[in-house]
């Protein structure tokens, strides 16, 4: 399932909620470029998580995927050590769930994005 696209009026509210939080980040770093980038860091971070989910909440997803599959690629079918695997989203806005996700090599992602035109 492809994802979600902004329309034109949704992507003109992103784009102010964006300068909202840029100009409240300037705000409160003053001239401190050192404590802006900080700050961005920050931000970017817990908003990468309210997406993904915590590295050690997608770590414990991918070794329970990796047990429930066997050892097992989910597309090729061939030996998957846990370390090189990647989890693979049915429908993305679901997360990293043992549910909404499949663990695959790497090389099996990339063609599987390839084939549903996300990159």
């Keep these: 399932m492809a994802n979600r696209r902004l329309n034109a009026d949704e992507l003109l509210k992103a784009n102010?909620?964006?300068a909202a939080v840029r100009a409240a980040l300037?705000?409160?770093?003053?001239d401190d470029r050192d404590l802006l980038f900080a700050y961005r860091r920050k931000v970017f971070?817990?908003?990468?998580?309210d997406e993904r989910g915590k590295p050690m909440m997608r770590r414990d997803v991918k070794q329970k995927k990796w047990v429930q599959q066997g050892g097992?690629?989910?597309h090729c079918g061939e030996e998957l050590p846990v370390a090189y695997s990647e989890l693979d989203r049915f429908?993305?806005?679901?997360?990293?769930?043992?549910e909404n996700t499949e663990l695959v090599h790497h090389v099996c992602h990339v063609e599987r994005q390839k084939a549903k035109r996300y990159t």
């Excluded at 300037?26 to 003053?30: M, N, R, S």
């Excluded at 971070?45 to 998580?49: F, T, V």
């Excluded at 429908?91 to 043992?98: K, L, M, R, S, V």
């Design 45 to 49: 971070k817990e908003l990468i998580y």
């Design 16 to 18: 102010k909620v964006v």
């Design 72 to 74: 097992k690629c989910a």
């Design 91 to 98: 429908n993305a806005p679901d997360g990293y769930t043992i």
């Design 26 to 30: 300037e705000d409160l770093a003053g």
